[in-house]
């Protein structure tokens, strides 16, 4: 096991490193500032390696890094700005890091440089599964009502209560929708003590709070590391997860009733209620997913059922994207399924069309107030290439430099009051704009150029 230091301003980005690294066995303390990392280096303090953004909103990344050699911490560079051979060979031939790596990465690359720096073997991935069923989701029970779940016997093993990656949900029955359905309550109370190959994940590793955070910047964080594995998001009685590989959206899955994919075909107007009752008895005498019984009679073709599924998994994330309240945790775990219907949702232009979609102009004119100013991000999680952005939105996104407000932006663009609003309020979301303090610092900036 090893300590490590995680320097990352993006704290979204730096929670769910830190979440991968304990993970794997390790304890990681994460920072958000340089300042904070130097003051972590007391004489107390002890870090068997450290992770270090170059670009911090205080002072240089070269200058953590100079401190962490001095102290014999072996440490990996990163960074979303100062990217090619040039930086790369500065900022381990020059301030002594161990390796380089630009944004975006391959989390599991930037983990295994880590590890390798602190001196410890990595986990092999099969251990990490085991590892990763320790994280614990309260179950809840879906009809009219929802209730708690209470297991009547416990599972022989972490293996036994492992599930397999959703595929939509199954026809609804006694067992609980998918992706619940074949999880306990509590996977580690289920597991007899001295059965656990690891040691259970801190609590605090297991996710954090949607007050601090939006659901828009988690999908952010989740494609900058072009990471795999699941977001649980609750709020109240609510519970969601969404499945990602390589940072994009595969699946999403909901306890609540509406948006089980046979409910959600029947208030799009796909099927009617007679359809729908055709397909889960077909499915129930038949044991199939409610899609597949759909495929089966003929009620849904191959097309419209990727389409609709696409659109289901859209509207559960797009849900969330207004809540303030509630929870989030994170877990490495990958759909396993070879029936995985094949989704590969850009995060980016879901936050946009979300934003679009769920805000109304009351909400947008709170949250994008008058003499607010946005600037470009200096790091933004998406290039500009891979956002689908109207010439309108272009052309605001390219006033948007920092010199006017967003009463400017409005007296400038084409675009309705609440079509620029959403849009300056899902670039911001999806951390391609930012307000700044008006305060002097020592952090360099970049514009788009435009």
């Known amino acids: 096991m090893a300590r490590l230091l995680i320097v990352e301003d993006n704290q979204e980005l730096a929670s769910l490193i830190a979440t991968v690294a304990q993970t794997r066995g390790h304890d990681a303390l994460t920072v958000f500032t340089g300042e904070a990392a130097l003051e972590s280096l007391g004489p107390t303090a002890r870090f068997d390696a450290a992770l270090v953004d170059l670009l911090l909103p205080d002072i240089r990344g070269s200058e953590v890094l100079g401190a962490l050699r001095a102290h014999a911490i072996p440490a990996i560079a990163v960074s979303g700005v100062y990217k090619g051979d040039r930086f790369a060979q500065e900022a381990t031939q020059v301030h002594g890091a161990r390796a380089f790596f630009e944004k975006p990465f391959e989390l599991d690359a930037v983990m295994d440089a880590l590890e390798e720096a ?228 850009f995060p980016g232009d879901l936050i946009l069309e979300g934003v679009t979609r769920t805000e109304t102009l009351v909400a947008l004119r709170q949250r994008m107030a008058p003499g607010r100013r946005l600037f470009p991000t200096a790091d933004p999680p998406y290039g500009l290439h891979e956002l689908k952005l109207a010439g309108p939105q272009a052309l605001l996104l390219a006033f948007a430099d920092g010199t006017k407000t967003v009463e400017d932006l409005l007296a400038l663009t084409d675009l309705s009051e609440r079509e620029a609003l959403a849009t300056l309020r899902g670039l911001e979301l999806s951390g391609v704009l930012e307000e700044r303090q008006q305060t002097p610092n020592r952090r360099q900036r970049i514009s788009f150029g435009l």
């Open 118 to 345: 602190a001196g410890v073997p990595p986990v092999p991935h099969t251990e990490l599964l085991d590892e990763v069923d320790l994280l614990v989701l309260e179950e809840l029970v879906e009809d009219e009502g929802v209730e708690e779940l209470v297991v009547s016997e416990p599972a022989p093993s972490l293996d036994a209560a492992r599930p397999e990656a959703p595929v939509e949900e199954e026809a609804p029955s006694e067992a609980l929708p998918l992706p619940f359905a074949r999880r306990d309550a509590v996977w580690t109370e289920a597991v007899p003590a001295q059965e656990r190959r690891r040691r259970q994940l801190p609590e605090w590793s297991l996710g954090g709070d949607l007050k601090h955070t939006t659901v828009p910047r988690l999908l952010n964080a989740y494609y900058e590391a072009r990471h795999h594995g699941e977001l649980k998001l609750r709020q109240g009685t609510v519970l969601k997860v969404v499945y990602f590989e390589a940072g994009r959206v595969v699946y999403a899955a909901s306890n609540l009733a509406p948006e089980r994919f046979g409910r959600f075909c029947l208030r799009k107007g796909a099927l009617t209620e007679a359809q729908l009752a055709e397909a889960t008895a077909y499915a129930r005498e038949h044991t199939l997913r409610t899609g597949d019984a759909l495929l089966k009679r003929g009620l849904l073709s191959p097309s419209q059922r990727r389409r609709l599924l696409e659109e289901q998994v859209k509207d559960i994330l797009w849900s969330t994207f207004t809540w303030t309240e509630g929870g989030y945790g994170f877990s490495p775990m990958r759909p396993q399924r070879a029936d995985l219907v094949p989704l590969s949702l």
